[in-house]
């Protein structure tokens, strides 16, 4: 009888219970209607086929889909005080930061991955939207910081894709003191002649608008991401319009000159690629141009100078080396003509 009752009877109900299913193994496109099986969507890069809808992505799987064979090296995030301000609103931002790493995996808002694209060593940082809407703390503006800071060793180009609600409201005036920070560390890639490409996905506001994200050299949107400091809804209520359809879109940045180009997510990598190319073509043919001229110096130097000042031996030593203009020698002016 137990073993009626423990084995047979069990099989038996077993069979006409329902089977739970997870609930995301089919995705619903939120401008058709359209239901894609989840493995089909990753695979199309989270764009739905029908509408083209672009998703938002993970930090990771962009990463994999951006650089050569989905290999890269991820630089760790910097650590930051967990809770300086010892905030607390419905719960307590200590509680929320355990939260959300335990949700995604991640550090914070921001991954930075270095690898390959297409040969070409480049640095890139995502921000995720799904770690506390991707806003902007401590600990993403430093690891923005680490990354164009390693682009600048590297000598290799930074390339960062944008997502985000704006500055942590938790950390208050040491998340908004992150926009003047990583606006200097912007100089430093210009000063070193290396190219900032900023990628704007869905959405982009707040205060990372109006710092990083709207400095790059290249500004490259997704198709539809919503883009802008304020959002249409608080613009409506403060100015009592109607904004124009497709207000604070990537066409309609794009049609107004804020943006460069709108490009769709399967030809992303592609472009990216060949901007870094050229852009480092230019870099390599000035060092080249430099290294030729101060070789043709040194050979001269040999030839009938003194052979005891120390040359430069390798083109990044003479890339690293600055070049000054020659000063023009001062011109006399003409004597006064004596009277006659």
Known sequence: MNWINSVV?????????????????WIKCPETGQMVFHKDLEANQFVFPQ?????????????????DDGKFETLPTPEVPADPLKFRDEKRYADRIKEA?????MQDALIT?????DGLTVVAG?????FMGGSLGMAAGEAIILGMMKAVELKAPYILFVSSGGARMQEGILSLMQMPRTTVAVQRLRDAGLPYIVVLTNPTTGGVTASYAMLGDIHIAEPGALIGFAG???????????????FQRSEYLLDHGMIDMVVHRHELRDTLARICAMLTAERRG????????????NARHLNGAASDAKLPATPEQIAATTIE????????????????
């Open 9 to 25: 009877r069990p099989k038996i109900s077993g069979l006409w219970q329902k089977r739970e299913m997870p609930e995301n193994l």
């Open 51 to 67: 509408s083209g809808h672009h998703m938002r992505i993970g930090a990771l799987p962009r990463l994999k889909s951006f650089f």
């Open 101 to 105: 790493r335990a949700k995604t995996g």
């Open 113 to 117: 991955g270095v690898g390959l694209l």
């Open 126 to 130: 995502v921000q995720d939207f799904s």
């Open 232 to 246: 249409p809804r608080v613009i409506e209520q403060t100015i009592r319009e109607k904004l124009p359809d497709g």
């Open 286 to 297: 000035e060092i080249k141009a430099r290294a030729t001229a101060a070789a043709e110096g």
């Open 325 to 340: 203009p020659a000063t023009p020698e001062p011109t006399k002016a003409p004597a006064p003509a004596s009277p006659s």
